[in-house]
């Protein structure tokens, strides 16, 4: 009895680590993928810029971290609630 | 068509409802009716003070001029939210745990409570937010200016200025300073501020779905448009994006505005997660709208618009007169939210740690009981308030409000950005110390202040056009713009640059090489482990009187909450009158004091009322961080280290018992095979002479069966005080209690020892003081006892006239009963020994008995809760039998 519930609880704690874990993936990536210089690859030549490409690039990516952003709310907010 | 009487109207009625908002609110919030005041939404949608007239004019003018560049003002905040969990998750706890006030507070309070560095982070702020504010009254003028362009009216852009700061200025002190504690949510003014929030997100969509659907043939058509119209100058993700991202992520965290409404604000943590998503949404929608206008701006008006204001000028062009009311009223909101808030922020920042000690300073020199704090307070915090709007005025007056709008906006940002590495290193970093915040801090201030706050004054103030070009005195490795002769082309990514990094540099230097104070080491613990700490150590002092702190905290949080506040304490002590003084109560009072005072002042005001500023042995316990936790994890391998030794120990114990006790169960089986085994052979002897020898007489036969009988009588008795001896050891022998006296006990064994007495011609001093004492016990065997004893001294006496003397006497709730003959005595080595089973005295002869008889009576004694003494004595033996008395 005692051992499944402190089971139960590691699984619940290594969860809530992981989703943690993750959400510190989110702000890093969001830093790769709109701060980063390294991301001129793109745009290198401004001659050559695809104006509509760059405009859906950045609010596509937007959306994707807003969106990223609310599961990871849920999530967060979830596991704090059950520890 | 709209004229400049209408939108004044418009704007009149608009700051109506404004008051009558914010009026409800508080009113609500007082009845303790928070409802949807105390939401997710309305914190979010107050957390989009973000977005002021800079956001709201200024991104079109910058998407005009610089293409996608304004977006990285907006993906830096998007950046911080997204990652809430790991940054802005922790500030907010910290400032509900420490109870800040304002940006200036935290930075204070986490180092040592430092009043010098609350004054240098406000000096900045306020130098920072001057420009700022003075943005927004030149955003609300010049949108002013758009409608009275065409009527005759005599406009003055000062004079309307000056009517709407006096305005804002009106409303912030009257919503602003409701509550002192600064700690308490401003309900009015955040819930009319989200009402802001709402309608300037309105008020751009629909310009921005205008443009699109309105005056061109939707998205498609539109991307064309943006196309052709809007520049490209630059590399997209160039240096320049970066640091916009990077100054936009400090500015939402640093800016005193933010930390108002994301950390000061904040009335559950969970509101934090909602925004986490919310307000990257919010900002989504506010730009997704600015490349269509900004594009049609230049599309359709003539050239030489102000781009800034084609928000405003696209449906005036039009003809939209609603449309064009409504962006008007959307730049409104922006700028006066953004005043509103900066202001309450501002002024918080500047009564606690200017105004306040210097108050406390002059009013200590005069008479310190005399004066309410509370007013003060209040008084200086409405004053500041005027000062703060009233700087923003005069810089705008001054400037004549000449430069682009974007440019002060990064500039100020880049001002307050100066307390990032400090702020890091105060959630983060156990060894950043005072020192190192103050010289990391002033590196920044000074470099932003020569390399990007002065040089925006183009050469009109303090530096001049020369120095600009060449440095001062000619030296051009100091060129502000160009510093160490590092040509970086963009200014404001130069002055980002140096004024960080230098900055970074100082203070990570100055915290390694300088020592933290104990204040300042016990400060860093519970920031750092804001998480997973429920009480605080607050350092308390002998000498103070409950009187004191009680006279100190009505003069602060009031006579009422005071009141409130000591009678829990003294309820909670069960007292009648004032509380004692405990650290809790010092802890919750210096709490409650920075909600109202800021954590540096409560600090220097509680310690000064307990007039000891030093800190205790349990908060440098707590001081001592991961020493700590080095210490109480060795310490616990310590004592388990001692419970094992100790566990083996007993378990020694425990086996030499076992052994002793098989080595006396061995001895035991000896001596009574041994006892056994003596009359057995007799028995066995005669028996077999009986068998054997049919001519013994008659006489023979009688001798013979009488050792048979005597033999067998002795092994009985033998086996019946073993038996005896088992009983009384396992304690399960059943005594029958009663209450008699003593002589009749003694009497009893008297009367069965009377034989023996006589045999042996023995004399008995009876001695029969207390003997009429009355015991409770069991007779039966209390006279086993004394016979055993009595039998014992005439047994083994070879004296010649053996004498034996019985004594009684009281003591210590024991009736002592004493024996004392005038036999060979027991040796002194012996007095324990003699209680063993199957003991016989060295130096006696006398071999008739088997040991037993005082082992018995030992454990007789035991069962009746008294005991059986061998004591010292000059003639003879001498026992003591000693009965309890209840």
Same mark, same amino acid.
């Given at each position: 009895?005692?051992?499944?519930?402190?089971?139960?609880?590691?699984?619940?704690?290594?969860?809530?680590?992981?989703?943690?874990?993750?959400?510190?993936?989110?702000?890093?990536?969001?830093?790769?993928?709109?701060?980063?210089?390294?991301?001129?690859?793109?745009?290198?030549?401004?001659?050559?810029?695809?104006?509509?490409?760059?405009?859906?690039?950045?609010?596509?990516?937007?959306?994707?971290?807003?969106?990223?952003?609310?599961?990871?709310?849920?999530?967060?907010?979830?596991?704090?609630?059950?520890? | 068509?709209?004229?400049?009487?209408?939108?004044?109207?418009?704007?009149?009625?608009?700051?109506?409802?404004?008051?009558?908002?914010?009026?409800?609110?508080?009113?609500?919030?007082?009845?303790?009716?928070?409802?949807?005041?105390?939401?997710?939404?309305?914190?979010?949608?107050?957390?989009?003070?973000?977005?002021?007239?800079?956001?709201?004019?200024?991104?079109?003018?910058?998407?005009?001029?610089?293409?996608?560049?304004?977006?990285?003002?907006?993906?830096?905040?998007?950046?911080?939210? *997204?990652?809430?969990?790991?940054?802005?998750?922790?500030?907010?706890?910290?400032?509900?745990?420490?109870?800040?006030?304002?940006?200036?507070?935290?930075?204070?309070?986490?180092?040592?409570?430092?009043?010098?560095l609350g004054v240098i982070v406000t000096l900045l702020a306020i130098l920072g937010s001057t420009p700022y504010i003075a943005l927004q009254l030149q955003s609300l003028t010049l949108s002013f200016a758009v409608f009275t362009e065409n009527s005759n009216s005599n406009y003055n852009p000062i004079i309307t200025a000056l009517f709407i700061a006096a305005g804002l200025a009106l409303f912030t002190i009257l919503f602003g300073t409701r509550n002192l504690d600064a700690n308490e949510r401003h309900h009015g003014v955040v819930t009319a501020i989200a009402l802001e929030a709402i309608v300037k997100l309105v008020a751009f969509i629909s310009v921005g779905i205008f443009v699109v659907w309105g005056l061109s043939d939707g998205p498609s058509n539109m991307l064309d448009i943006m196309e052709k =119209?809007?520049?490209?100058?630059?590399?997209?993700?160039?240096?320049?994006?970066?640091?916009?991202?990077?100054? !936009?992520?400090?500015?939402?965290?640093?800016?005193?505005?933010?930390?108002?409404?994301?950390?000061?604000?904040?009335?559950?943590?969970?509101?934090?997660?909602?925004?986490?998503?919310?307000?990257?949404?919010?900002?989504?929608?506010?730009?997704?709208?600015?490349?269509?206008?900004?594009?049609?701006?230049?599309?359709?008006?003539?050239?030489?618009?102000?781009?800034?204001?084609?928000?405003?000028?696209?449906?005036?062009?039009?003809?939209?007169?609603?449309?064009?009311?409504?962006?008007?009223?959307?730049?409104?909101?922006?700028?006066?939210?953004?005043?509103?808030?900066?202001?309450?922020?501002?002024?918080?920042?500047?009564?606690?740690?200017?105004?306040?000690?210097?108050?406390l300073y002059a009013v200590q020199k005069r008479n310190p009981e005399s004066d309410d704090v509370r007013t003060v307070l209040l008084r200086s915090r409405r004053i500041s308030i005027a000062c703060i709007i009233g700087f923003g005025y005069l810089y705008f007056i001054l400037t004549g409000g000449t430069s682009a709008l974007a440019s002060i906006g990064l500039i100020a940002f880049l001002g307050v950005a100066q307390v990032l590495p400090?702020?890091?290193?105060?959630?983060?970093?156990?060894?950043?110390?005072?020192?190192?915040?103050?010289?990391?801090?002033?590196?920044?201030?000074?470099?932003?202040?020569?390399?990007?706050?002065?040089?925006?004054?183009?050469?009109?103030?303090?530096? =001049?056009?020369?120095?600009?070009?060449?440095?001062?005195?000619?030296?051009?490795?100091?060129?502000?713009?160009?510093?160490?002769?590092?040509?970086?082309?963009?200014?404001?990514?130069?002055?980002?640059?140096?004024?960080?990094?230098?900055?970074?540099?100082?203070?990570?230097?100055?915290?390694?090489?300088?020592?933290?104070?104990?204040?300042?080491?016990?400060?860093?613990?519970?920031?750092?482990?804001?998480?997973?700490?429920?009480?605080?150590?607050?350092?308390?002092?002998?000498?103070?009187?409950?009187?004191?702190?009680?006279?100190?905290?009505?003069?602060?949080?009031?006579?009422?909450?005071?009141?409130?506040?000591?009678?829990?304490?003294?309820?909670?002590?069960?007292?009648?009158?004032?509380?004692?003084?405990?650290?809790?109560?010092?802890?919750?009072?210096?709490?409650?004091?920075?909600?109202?005072?800021?954590?540096?002042?409560?600090?220097?005001?509680?310690?000064?009322?307990?007039?000891?500023?030093?800190?205790?042995?349990?908060?440098?316990?707590?001081?001592?961080?991961?020493?700590?936790?080095?210490?109480?994890?060795?310490?616990?391998?310590?004592?388990?280290?001692?419970?094992?030794?100790?566990?083996?120990?007993?378990?020694?114990?425990?086996?030499?018992?076992?052994?002793?006790?098989?080595?006396?169960?061995?001895?035991?089986?000896?001596?009574?095979?041994?006892?056994?085994?003596?009359?057995?052979?007799?028995?066995?002897?005669?028996?077999?002479?009986?068998?054997?020898?049919?001519?013994?007489?008659?006489?023979?036969?009688?001798?013979? !069966?009488?050792?048979?009988?005597?033999?067998?009588?002795?092994?009985?008795?033998?086996?019946?005080?073993?038996?005896?001896? !088992?009983?009384?050891? =396992?304690?399960? *022998?059943?005594?029958?209690?009663?209450?008699?006296?003593?002589?009749?006990?003694?009497?009893?064994?008297?009367?069965?020892?009377?034989?023996?007495?006589?045999?042996?011609?023995?004399?008995?001093?009876?001695?029969?003081?207390?003997?009429?004492?009355?015991?409770?016990?069991?007779?039966?065997?209390?006279?086993?006892?004394?016979?055993?004893?009595?039998?014992?001294?005439?047994?083994?006496?070879?004296?010649?006239?053996?004498?034996?003397?019985?004594?009684?006497?009281?003591?210590?709730?024991?009736?002592?009963?004493?024996?004392?003959?005038?036999?060979?005595?027991?040796?002194?080595?012996?007095?324990?020994?003699?209680?063993?089973?199957?003991?016989?005295?060295?130096?006696?002869?006398?071999?008739?008995?088997?040991?037993?008889?005082?082992?018995?009576?030992?454990?007789?004694?035991?069962?009746?809760?008294?005991?059986?003494?061998?004591?010292? !004595?000059?003639?003879?033996?001498?026992?003591?039998?000693?009965?309890?008395?209840?």
């Open positions: 009895m005692n051992d499944t519930s402190s089971e139960k609880r590691d699984i619940k704690r290594r969860k809530l680590r992981k989703i943690t874990e993750f959400s510190a993936g989110i702000p890093i990536l969001a830093i790769c993928l709109l701060v980063s210089p390294l991301l001129n690859g793109f745009t290198t030549d401004f001659d050559q810029v695809n104006f509509s490409s760059v405009i859906f690039y950045i609010f596509g990516t937007w959306g994707i971290f807003i969106i990223l952003a609310i599961f990871m709310a849920r999530l967060l907010t979830n596991g704090v609630d059950e520890n | 068509m709209l004229n400049s009487n209408i939108i004044v109207i418009i704007c009149l009625i608009y700051v109506g409802s404004l008051f009558a908002v914010a009026g409800l609110a508080e009113r609500r919030a007082k009845k303790g009716k928070l409802g949807f005041l105390h939401s997710p939404l309305i914190y979010t949608l107050s957390i989009s003070v973000y977005c002021t007239a800079w956001t709201f004019y200024g991104s079109v003018g910058s998407a005009a001029l610089n293409g996608f560049e304004f977006l990285a003002i907006y993906l830096g905040p998007t950046i911080v939210f *997204v990652g809430w969990w790991w940054f802005l998750r922790k500030l907010v706890r910290i400032g509900r745990t420490q109870r800040i006030t304002s940006i200036a507070d935290l930075i204070s309070s986490r180092y040592g409570k430092s009043n010098t =119209s809007i520049p490209i100058t630059n590399q997209v993700f160039s240096s320049r994006w970066v640091t916009l991202t990077f100054l !936009s992520a400090t500015a939402i965290i640093c800016l005193p505005r933010m930390f108002q409404v994301i950390v000061v604000e904040n009335s559950a943590e969970k509101h934090l997660a909602t925004a986490s998503w919310a307000f990257p949404l919010y900002l989504l929608l506010m730009c997704i709208f600015v490349l269509p206008i900004a594009a049609t701006g230049l599309n359709i008006l003539p050239e030489g618009s102000n781009p800034d204001l084609f928000v405003l000028t696209i449906p005036l062009a039009e003809d939209r007169g609603t449309l064009a009311a409504l962006a008007f009223l959307g730049g409104f909101s922006s700028a006066t939210s953004m005043v509103i808030v900066a202001a309450i922020a501002l002024s918080t920042m500047a009564s606690n740690h200017i105004v306040l000690p210097l108050w400090a702020l890091i290193g105060a959630l983060f970093w156990r060894n950043a110390t005072r020192k190192g915040a103050i010289y990391g801090i002033s590196t920044g201030f000074i470099i932003w202040a020569y390399s990007s706050f002065l040089p925006s004054f183009g050469g009109d103030f303090i530096l =001049s056009t020369d120095t600009l070009e060449l440095g001062p005195l000619g030296l051009s490795f100091l060129r502000p713009q160009a510093l160490f002769g590092i040509n970086i082309s963009d200014p404001l990514t130069h002055a980002v640059f140096w004024s960080i990094f230098l900055n970074t540099i100082v203070f990570i230097i100055t915290s390694l090489i300088s020592t933290p104070s104990p204040l300042e080491r016990l400060q860093a613990q519970k920031f750092i482990n804001v998480f997973g700490q429920k009480s605080n150590i607050t350092p308390v002092g002998d000498g103070v009187t409950p009187e004191d702190l009680f006279i100190l905290a009505q003069r602060i949080l009031g006579r009422k909450d005071a009141q409130i506040l000591f009678d829990k304490f003294s309820k909670k002590q069960g007292r009648n009158d004032l509380p004692e003084i405990t650290f809790e109560l010092m802890e919750t009072l210096e709490q409650k004091f920075a909600g109202s005072v800021g954590a540096a002042t409560a600090h220097s005001m509680i310690t000064q009322a307990v007039g000891n500023q030093s800190i205790t042995v349990e908060d440098l316990i707590a001081v001592a961080d991961e020493t700590v936790q080095v210490i109480e994890y060795s310490a616990r391998l310590e004592e388990q280290s001692k419970e094992l030794t100790k566990a083996a120990a007993e378990l020694r114990i425990a086996n030499n018992k076992l052994t002793e006790l098989s080595t006396q169960k061995d001895e035991f089986l000896s001596h009574v095979s041994h006892e056994l085994r003596t009359p057995m052979t007799s028995i066995r002897s005669f028996s077999e002479i009986l068998q054997s020898n049919k001519k013994l007489d008659k006489d023979q036969l009688k001798y013979f !069966s009488t050792i048979i009988n005597d033999e067998s009588k002795r092994l009985t008795r033998l086996l019946d005080e073993i038996l005896d001896l !088992s009983f009384l050891e =396992s304690g399960q *022998v059943k005594l029958n209690i009663s209450t008699l006296r003593l002589n009749e006990i003694l009497r009893t064994a008297l009367k069965s020892t009377q034989q023996t007495i006589a045999n042996s011609n023995a004399l008995l001093e009876f001695n029969e003081d207390f003997t009429n004492t009355e015991i409770q016990t069991d007779p039966d065997r209390l006279s086993q006892v004394f016979i055993n004893l009595i039998t014992n001294a005439f047994k083994y006496n070879d004296n010649n006239q053996p004498t034996l003397k019985i004594s009684c006497e009281i003591k210590d709730a024991f009736l002592l009963v004493s024996f004392q003959d005038n036999g060979p005595g027991i040796p002194k080595a012996e007095h324990t020994i003699i209680f063993e089973k199957f003991t016989r005295l060295s130096n006696t002869k006398n071999t008739s008995g088997v040991g037993l008889g005082l082992a018995i009576s030992q454990e007789i004694m035991k069962n009746l809760h008294g005991s059986i003494l061998c004591l010292e !004595s000059k003639i003879g033996a001498n026992f003591q039998v000693q009965i309890p008395l209840n």
